[in-house]
């Protein structure tokens, strides 16, 4: 039992630290190799046109958007 607290207690402090280090330097993870930035994409992905599920997406958001401010428009106070 033991065992398990002294691992668990060193996880914590492990994630503790990587934490207060992140808050210190707003330094975002990166990988060893830099990503997709180190390849000069922009993007995940470089399509000219946005997918057909995005843009169903884009235009659910701005139906919601047009129905919020229509109901805050209507809103008794």
Do not use: H
């Not at 934490?19 to 930035?37: E, R, V």
């Not at 884009?58 to 209507?74: D, T």
């Amino acid at each position: 039992m033991s065992t398990f607290i002294l691992a668990f207690v060193f996880f914590l402090v492990v994630v503790a630290a990587m934490a207060i280090g992140y808050i210190f330097q707003k330094k975002s993870i990166a990988g060893s190799c830099g990503g997709l930035g180190a390849l000069g994409v922009d993007k995940a992905c470089d399509c000219p046109e946005p997918c057909d599920r995005k843009k169903a997406r884009l235009e659910k958001e701005l139906a919601r958007e047009q129905k919020l401010k229509e109901w805050k428009q209507n809103q008794i106070l």
